[in-house]
Structures are given as structure tokens and as C-alpha cells.
């Protein structure tokens, strides 16, 4: 799309335009523009789409590890000036066609993202949004519910019936709490704490538990004040809404008034360091106790988008599918039982950080630095052996193959735009640096062509002569959370012995006024302050997706003839009540282990290189569903009458580029019908895998875990649910990863 507004322009609603750049890729313009007396950016990237997308999103660099920014980010939702609801956005949602409402909480930032295809209903969403985040009321209630607050709850045993004990509760506080049981929460902190300790990413933005009680109503007001201002905040704005009218909406609800606040400041790079660091972490214990061990090395400049991809296409080459060069020989040296789940690149951060490990450390029989020589003597044999061109082909493809793909994932694909953009924008480069993908992979392209052992000299660079890397154990200890919950629970009790009966009383009638808030309803008046769509608002036009229904000898197929981007997505479904209910139980592994295996003469890492050379993806869903009640569960198809409804299923999904089609079909195929399960060791892999898989999600979702097996009994289809997801399925991955194989 074209806009009619030029770089240097100053728009009566105070914006000025800093550059209009054509972004041909995306197909769509770029505007970027600056509120000359109150320091707001704007970034909105035109084009065709109806559906509008606007993101508030802020600098909330921590300073400790109270976690204000993340509970500042449930607060704002609970009331503002304009619209004082105790859940604004709730009320908000019943009357809304919004596609997408959220707040996520980053180490250095904090987004407000919404979404519509109703321009009357996207201004309301932005009106709320706007008005919450820079004028919330921030009151002792809210954070009482959201950050943390002290209660007395009766213990209620035979022996002390009728005594008391003092109690930490709220929102983000039992969150971080249940972060805090699993494992993978510490080794998420430390791959990246490990390498930069003398930065803000040393703390935990989401806050640490040992950490919130220390935080007040007036440290969280004052971190608003500082940094959710005009000049702190950078909006994102995406869809086919004019431009001028969203900065005139913008300037009109959010700008009045004086400057205020701090201004926004990119983040210093870390110092380099000379020497490699080792260090040891205690943790919580999952079942086994096993640790975690891995190499991270802070890498470069994270604004630095062709070094940036660069380094991507190394990780894709090293770490990108099973049978990667650096992932096949960590998941078979015996060392550990599958790789950690940080592996990888962070790119999202100020600089980049590399990390690889292995999950499922035996320490007593393997020593850390076991697993770090193993690391290294494989890098060094890599960059001295060169990178197989497969390889490197394979890495390239899927890169291109994820740019191209246009996917969801739960909100609107401008969602990805709007991360892309602020990698760099919020580091102090242009929003459109890290958005735009064919520049900088064009000039990658060109560099691998000049160079062919480009990628080599990367691993050289970045990881054998960078000192600035730490070797990080994450170490299970059986009694962790007894021994925490023991000190906070003395701590308390000492605290609670040290209260006068005013103090007491105090605390009591503040839980008791909370509770009477959070019971009252809210007030007609209240609500109807909430911006709400009318019948006038509403397009009568039905949006249709195209189907038709066709045979493929013998086999119904059913096509939907739609625009994705030079994309094919092929389900293919087998239906499975047919087999014995003692078999489901091992469907889930059966429809991880049918893609990840070999082929007879070709061993699963060659497979795995074949696959990443030819399909954008290739993997298993299971699938149940019940009938609609009275409606036929045979359906006629062109190729006969099936019984299709109401009934489980396994469905292979692939997905590949138009042109790779028919061999991306032939491969799947082959694999669906001769996978092969007589490689013991590769089985035993992906057991180990899953069930570490499993383990590590119960801390974090035991809400899941319980809610599945309650609904167990309501219906057949949760019930198969829960043997697939739930406690039945960790159970039985346990009974399979005890097997003698």
C-alpha cells in the first residue's frame, strides 16, 4: 500500500515523519514517525490486511529481581483512570471481535498487543489498552492481588485446631513460585545469567519469590512513573487503517500533558571476559536426580542483523534437526539422556547467546567438564573437517521456508512482525533492521558463496577463541524446595511472633476488605464506561473458506484453496478406535518415534538431513472428537460413504514449499509405512526425551495436569485426552523408560 505522507512531514497531531521506506517484502510501507514535544515512536507497517494489530510495548529494564515489571503488567490491567473495573479487559472481551489481547513480560521489555478486523472495535481495544497502561490507578488492592500480600490461614490439624500461621500469597508470586519447582526455569535463567552476571539480565524480570515480598506498592508505582511514559514507549502498529488516523487517535487519548519520566536508553553491551567462567547452580529436584549441564557463550551485537543470521544459520547447521552433526553426537554419547532445553540461539536480547547441553547428567558418573571437552573436541572437529554442503543446504532452506510461512500461532501473523521489529528497534537501530529477512539473507547467500567455509570461521570466532563462555551445572538437590519452604515458614513464624495484635488485626481486615472487593460486582455506571460494539458496527458479510471435497483413488481428500505464501499443507489421517484400548497409551511416542526414525539402508540421521533438505515440517497429532448430537457419524464422499466423525485419530501433518510437493509426499510416505523400529538406541533416545519432556512441564502446569484428570470422568474424549496428556501418559512414559532394552 502507498501513503501519502513523506519523510520530514509534521502532522497537525504532533507526529513527525522520521522515514516511509517501501518494504517489497512484506508488501507494505513502513512509516516511522516521532512525537516532537512528548517523545512517543510509532512504527506502523501499511498494507492490505483488515485485520489491525497495535502493540504498546515499553523499556522495563530490571534493576533487581522483585519482579515489578511482570507484576506491573497484571496491574495496569486492573483499572485506570478513564476505566476504573477491577477487569477492564474481561468486561472489554464480552463486547469485542478482538482476534488477539494479551501483556507478555520479556528480561527488557514488556508488550501490550491487540488485534481486530472491526476499526470501530480496534480503536476501542487501543483506547483501553492506552489509557491502562499510562494512567493504571495502581491501587493497595491490586497489588495486594497481583504482586503479593501477607495472610493468616488457619492450620487446622487435630492437634493445634484453631491456631494460625502467617502465609505469602498472590498472583505472580504462586506463578513464579510454580516457575520456580521445575528445573528448566533454572536452566532458562542461567544460560543466560551465566554469561551476563554485570548486566540487567542478571535478574529475573518475572521475579524471583525469595525477591517480591520485598517489593512495595510505592516501588512499583515509581517504576511506572519511570518507565511507562511517552518517551519510554515505542508503539507498533500493523494493518490497513491510515496512518494519520491512528497517530491523530493516538496524540488525542495518550499525549496530553508535560514530559515526564525517564527517557529510553538501549542497554550497554557486556564487557568481554578473558577467562571462561564454571559454574554450579542448585535446583529443585524432578523425580530423578538428574542435572543439567551446558556451554554458553555470549556471542555479538543482537541490532547486528547479518551477524545475527549468520550465527542462525550456524545453529540451524549445528543443533537443527536429529541428525545435526552437534546433536546427534551430545544425544549418543551417553552422557546425558537428550539435549537441554535451551539449546540453541537467543536472539531477543540485547546480545546474543548461544548455548548447548544435555539434560539428564548423571553427576555422580560423569563429570561437567566431560560433557564441555565433548562439546569443544566436536566444534573444533566440525570447523577442521568442514560442514558437509547437505548440511548447509538444509539449514538454508528452512530458514527461507520459516520466513516464507505465514502462521498464527494463536494471534495474527503481524504478532511476528511486531517481535521482529523491536530486536532491533528497542537496541537503538531502525524498526524495520531486523524485520526485513531477504536483505540480510541474500548477503548470507553471498558470503557462504565467496567463502565457503564462511560458516566454519564462525565457530572459530564465536565459540573456540571466545573466552566469554561459562560452563553452567544445573544441580538437582533432593530436599531444595523442602529446605526453602522450611526458612520462608521460620522466617514467617518469627516475623508473625514479632506482630503486635493491632498488626495482626490489620492484616486480617485488609484480607477480609480484598476479599470483599474481588466478591463485588461492578457497578452499572462502571461498565458502562467500557466501549462496546453496536449492531451498526457489525459487517453482515460472512467470510467463507473454499472447500471442495475429492477423490484420490479411493481415499477422500479435502481441499482448501487459499493464498500461503508458495506453501503446501497436507494432513493425512488414520483413524485409530480400530485398535485395542490397552494401545493408547503408546500412541503419543508411536507418533513422535514414526517421523524421528530411519529408513531401511538409511539410518535416522541421514533421514533427518533428507527431511530438513525437503519439507518445512513433518510431524504427528493425535486427535479426538465426539459427535454432534443427532448427526450422522457416515458422511458420502465422492469416493464412497465413511465414517468419519466422532472418532480418534492420527493425523501426519506435512508442510513444504509448492515445488517439493511430490518428493516431500514420497518421503512421509516411506517413513509412515517403514520407519524403522529396530534401532533400539534411537528409541531409547526419544523415551528418554519425552519423559524428560513430561517431567519438566508438572511443576509449571500441575493446574493442567489436575484439570485433565477431573475431566476424565465427564467425558470419553477427555478421558482419552488424559491418557494421551495427562498423569497417564507421564506415568507411562516412566513403565517404558524403565524397559530393559
Given at each position: 500500500?502507498?501513503?501519502?505522507?513523506?519523510?520530514?512531514?509534521?502532522?497537525?497531531?504532533?507526529?513527525?515523519?522520521?522515514?516511509?521506506?517501501?518494504?517489497?517484502?512484506?508488501?507494505?510501507?513502513?512509516?516511522?514517525?516521532?512525537?516532537?514535544?512528548?517523545?512517543?515512536?510509532?512504527?506502523?507497517?501499511?498494507?492490505?490486511d483488515?485485520?489491525n494489530?497495535?502493540?504498546?510495548?515499553?523499556?522495563?529494564?530490571?534493576?533487581?529481581?522483585?519482579?515489578?515489571?511482570?507484576?506491573?503488567?497484571?496491574?495496569?490491567?486492573?483499572?485506570?483512570?478513564?476505566?476504573?473495573?477491577?477487569?477492564?479487559?474481561?468486561?472489554?472481551?464480552?463486547?469485542?471481535?478482538?482476534?488477539y489481547?494479551?501483556?507478555?513480560?520479556?528480561?527488557?521489555?514488556?508488550?501490550?498487543?491487540?488485534?481486530?478486523?472491526n476499526?470501530?472495535?480496534?480503536?476501542?481495544?487501543?483506547?483501553?489498552?492506552?489509557?491502562?497502561?499510562?494512567?493504571?490507578?495502581?491501587?493497595?488492592?491490586?497489588?495486594?492481588?497481583?504482586?503479593?500480600?501477607?495472610?493468616?490461614?488457619?492450620?487446622?490439624?487435630?492437634?493445634?485446631?484453631?491456631?494460625?500461621?502467617?502465609?505469602?500469597?498472590?498472583?505472580?508470586?504462586?506463578?513464579?513460585?510454580?516457575?520456580?519447582?521445575?528445573?528448566?526455569?533454572?536452566?532458562?535463567?542461567?544460560?543466560?545469567?551465566?554469561?551476563?552476571?554485570?548486566?540487567?539480565?542478571?535478574?529475573e524480570?518475572?521475579?524471583?519469590?525469595?525477591?517480591?515480598?520485598?517489593?512495595?506498592?510505592?516501588?512499583?508505582?515509581?517504576?511506572?512513573?519511570?518507565?511507562?511514559?511517552?518517551?519510554?514507549?515505542?508503539?507498533?502498529?500493523?494493518?490497513?487503517?491510515?496512518?494519520?488516523?491512528q497517530?491523530?487517535?493516538?496524540?488525542?487519548?495518550?499525549?496530553?500533558?508535560?514530559?515526564?519520566?525517564?527517557?529510553?536508553?538501549?542497554?550497554?553491551?557486556?564487557?568481554?571476559?578473558?577467562?571462561?567462567?564454571?559454574?554450579?547452580?542448585?535446583?529443585?529436584?524432578?523425580?530423578?536426580?538428574?542435572?543439567?549441564?551446558?556451554?554458553?557463550w555470549?556471542?555479538?551485537?543482537a541490532?547486528?542483523?547479518?551477524?545475527?543470521?549468520?550465527?542462525?544459520a550456524?545453529?540451524?547447521?549445528l543443533?537443527?534437526?536429529?541428525?545435526?552433526p552437534?546433536?546427534?553426537v551430545?544425544?549418543?554419547?551417553g552422557?546425558?539422556?537428550?539435549?537441554?532445553?535451551?539449546?540453541?540461539?537467543?536472539?531477543?536480547?540485547?546480545?546474543?547467546?548461544?548455548?548447548v547441553?544435555?539434560?539428564?547428567?548423571?553427576?555422580?558418573t560423569?563429570?561437567?567438564?566431560?560433557?564441555?571437552?565433548?562439546?569443544?573436541?566436536?566444534?573444533?572437529?566440525?570447523?577442521?573437517?568442514?560442514?558437509?554442503?547437505?548440511?548447509?543446504?538444509?539449514?538454508?532452506?528452512?530458514?527461507?521456508?520459516?520466513?516464507r510461512?505465514?502462521?498464527?500461532?494463536?494471534?495474527?501473523?503481524?504478532?511476528?512482525?511486531?517481535?521482529?521489529?523491536?530486536?532491533?528497534?528497542?537496541?537503538?537501530?531502525?524498526p524495520w533492521?531486523?524485520?526485513?529477512?531477504?536483505?540480510?539473507?541474500?548477503?548470507?547467500?553471498?558470503?557462504?558463496?565467496?567463502?565457503?567455509?564462511?560458516?566454519?570461521?564462525?565457530?572459530?570466532?564465536?565459540?573456540?577463541?571466545?573466552?566469554?563462555r561459562?560452563?553452567?551445572?544445573?544441580?538437582?538437590?533432593?530436599?531444595?524446595?523442602?529446605?526453602?519452604?522450611?526458612?520462608?515458614?521460620?522466617?514467617?513464624?518469627?516475623?508473625?511472633?514479632?506482630?503486635?495484635?493491632?498488626?495482626?488485626?490489620?492484616?486480617k481486615?485488609?484480607?477480609?476488605?480484598?476479599e470483599?472487593?474481588?466478591?463485588?460486582?461492578?457497578?452499572?455506571?462502571?461498565?458502562?464506561?467500557?466501549?462496546?460494539?453496536?449492531?451498526?458496527?457489525?459487517?453482515?458479510?460472512?467470510?467463507?473458506?473454499?472447500?471442495?471435497?475429492?477423490?484420490?483413488?479411493?481415499i477422500?481428500?479435502?481441499?482448501?484453496?487459499?493464498?500461503?505464501?508458495?506453501?503446501?499443507?497436507?494432513?493425512i489421517?488414520?483413524?485409530?478406535?480400530?485398535?485395542?484400548?490397552?494401545?493408547?497409551?503408546?500412541?503419543?511416542?508411536?507418533?513422535?518415534?514414526?517421523?524421528?526414525?530411519?529408513?531401511?539402508?538409511?539410518?535416522?540421521?541421514?533421514?533427518?538431513?533428507?527431511?530438513?533438505?525437503?519439507?518445512?515440517?513433518?510431524?504427528?497429532?493425535?486427535?479426538?472428537?465426539s459427535?454432534?448430537?443427532?448427526?450422522?457419524?457416515?458422511?458420502?464422499?465422492?469416493?464412497?460413504?465413511?465414517?468419519?466423525?466422532?472418532?480418534?485419530?492420527?493425523?501426519?501433518?506435512?508442510?513444504?514449499?509448492?515445488?517439493?510437493?511430490?518428493?516431500?509426499?514420497?518421503?512421509?510416505?516411506?517413513?509412515?509405512?517403514?520407519?524403522?523400529?529396530?534401532?533400539?538406541?534411537?528409541?531409547?533416545?526419544?523415551?528418554?526425551?519425552?519423559?524428560n519432556?513430561?517431567?519438566?512441564?508438572?511443576?509449571?502446569s500441575?493446574?493442567?495436569?489436575a484439570?485433565?484428570?477431573?475431566?476424565?470422568?465427564?467425558a470419553?474424549?477427555?478421558?482419552?485426552?488424559?491418557?494421551?496428556?495427562g498423569?497417564?501418559?507421564?506415568?507411562?512414559?516412566?513403565?517404558?523408560?524403565?524397559?530393559?532394552?
Open positions: 500500500m502507498n501513503t501519502p505522507l513523506q519523510a520530514g512531514q509534521t502532522l497537525d497531531s504532533g507526529f513527525v515523519i522520521l522515514e516511509v521506506t517501501d518494504l517489497a517484502e512484506l508488501k507494505a510501507c513502513g512509516i516511522w514517525a516521532k512525537h516532537q514535544h512528548r517523545g512517543l515512536e510509532v512504527f506502523h507497517i501499511l498494507h492490505e483488515p485485520e494489530l497495535f502493540a504498546f510495548a515499553f523499556a522495563t529494564i530490571p534493576e533487581d529481581s522483585t519482579g515489578a515489571a511482570h507484576i506491573l503488567e497484571h496491574s495496569v490491567l486492573c483499572g485506570s483512570e478513564r476505566y476504573p473495573l477491577k477487569d477492564a479487559f474481561a468486561v472489554l472481551a464480552q463486547g469485542s471481535l478482538q482476534t489481547l494479551n501483556a507478555w513480560t520479556f528480561p527488557d521489555k514488556t508488550l501490550y498487543p491487540a488485534s481486530s478486523t476499526e470501530h472495535d480496534y480503536f476501542n481495544l487501543m483506547s483501553v489498552y492506552g489509557d491502562a497502561v499510562f494512567r493504571p490507578i495502581l491501587s493497595e488492592w491490586t497489588f495486594m492481588q497481583e504482586g503479593h500480600r501477607l495472610e493468616f490461614t488457619p492450620i487446622g490439624t487435630e492437634n493445634n485446631e484453631g491456631t494460625e500461621k502467617l502465609s505469602i500469597t498472590g498472583v505472580v508470586y504462586n506463578e513464579m513460585k510454580g516457575a520456580y519447582s521445575s528445573i528448566d526455569t533454572y536452566t532458562g535463567l542461567w544460560s543466560i545469567k551465566g554469561v551476563l552476571p554485570d548486566t540487567p539480565y542478571a535478574f524480570s518475572g521475579g524471583d519469590p525469595e525477591k517480591i515480598p520485598s517489593l512495595t506498592l510505592e516501588n512499583l508505582r515509581q517504576f511506572h512513573r519511570e518507565r511507562y511514559t511517552p518517551e519510554n514507549c515505542r508503539i507498533f502498529l500493523a494493518g490497513n487503517i491510515p496512518t494519520e488516523k497517530l491523530a487517535f493516538i496524540a488525542g487519548q495518550f499525549l496530553a500533558g508535560e514530559t515526564r519520566g525517564k527517557p529510553w536508553h538501549p542497554i550497554n553491551r557486556a564487557k568481554p571476559w578473558q577467562t571462561p567462567q564454571t559454574i554450579t547452580v542448585p535446583c529443585p529436584a524432578a523425580g530423578e536426580q538428574k542435572a543439567t549441564v551446558m556451554l554458553s555470549l556471542c555479538g551485537d541490532a547486528d542483523w547479518e551477524e545475527t543470521i549468520g550465527l542462525s550456524l545453529t540451524e547447521v543443533l537443527g534437526h536429529d541428525g545435526s552437534l546433536t546427534r551430545l544425544v549418543e554419547s552422557l546425558g539422556e537428550d539435549l537441554a532445553p535451551v539449546t540453541g540461539l537467543e536472539g531477543d536480547l540485547r546480545e546474543t547467546v548461544f548455548t547441553g544435555l539434560r539428564g547428567v548423571k553427576l555422580e560423569v563429570e561437567a567438564k566431560s560433557v564441555e571437552a565433548l562439546i569443544i573436541e566436536t566444534l573444533q572437529s566440525i570447523a577442521s573437517e568442514g560442514i558437509p554442503k547437505e548440511e548447509i543446504e538444509g539449514a538454508l532452506f528452512f530458514m527461507e521456508f520459516s520466513n510461512e505465514i502462521k498464527r500461532a494463536g494471534g495474527p501473523w503481524s504478532l511476528v512482525w511486531l517481535q521482529r521489529s523491536l530486536r532491533g528497534w528497542l537496541h537503538g537501530g531502525k533492521e531486523r524485520l526485513l529477512f531477504v536483505p540480510a539473507f541474500t548477503a548470507l547467500k553471498q558470503r557462504l558463496k565467496e567463502n565457503p567455509r564462511y560458516l566454519e570461521s564462525l565457530i572459530q570466532t564465536y565459540m573456540l577463541n571466545n573466552q566469554h561459562a560452563l553452567i551445572t544445573i544441580k538437582p538437590e533432593a530436599d531444595f524446595l523442602e529446605k526453602k519452604e522450611a526458612a520462608l515458614a521460620e522466617a514467617l513464624e518469627r516475623t508473625a511472633k514479632t506482630m503486635s495484635i493491632e498488626e495482626k488485626q490489620r492484616i481486615a485488609k484480607a477480609a476488605e480484598l470483599r472487593i474481588q466478591g463485588t460486582r461492578e457497578s452499572p455506571e462502571a461498565l458502562a464506561l467500557i466501549p462496546h460494539l453496536s449492531r451498526k458496527d457489525l459487517s453482515p458479510e460472512i467470510e467463507t473458506v473454499p472447500r471442495e471435497i475429492a477423490d484420490a483413488q479411493g477422500p481428500v479435502l481441499i482448501h484453496d487459499l493464498f500461503t505464501n508458495g506453501i503446501t499443507y497436507i494432513d489421517g488414520f483413524p485409530l478406535d480400530i485398535l485395542l484400548p490397552e494401545d493408547y497409551l503408546w500412541l503419543p511416542f508411536f507418533s513422535k518415534a514414526v517421523v524421528s526414525l530411519g529408513l531401511p539402508g538409511m539410518d535416522y540421521g541421514e533421514v533427518s538431513s533428507l527431511l530438513a533438505r525437503t519439507l518445512g515440517g513433518f510431524y504427528g497429532m493425535l486427535e479426538t472428537s459427535a454432534v448430537p443427532g448427526g450422522n457419524r457416515a458422511i458420502p464422499m465422492p469416493s464412497g460413504i465413511f465414517d468419519v466423525t466422532g472418532r480418534d485419530w492420527l493425523v501426519y501433518r506435512i508442510k513444504t514449499l509448492d515445488e517439493k510437493v511430490e518428493p516431500s509426499l514420497e518421503l512421509s510416505l516411506r517413513l509412515i509405512t517403514e520407519a524403522d523400529f529396530s534401532d533400539h538406541r534411537r528409541l531409547r533416545d526419544l523415551v528418554l526425551e519425552i519423559k519432556d513430561l517431567d519438566s512441564s508438572l511443576g509449571p500441575g493446574h493442567h495436569y484439570a485433565i484428570r477431573a475431566g476424565k470422568y465427564g470419553r474424549t477427555k478421558a482419552i485426552e488424559e491418557l494421551w496428556s498423569l497417564s501418559q507421564i506415568e507411562f512414559m516412566h513403565t517404558v523408560a524403565a524397559l530393559d532394552t
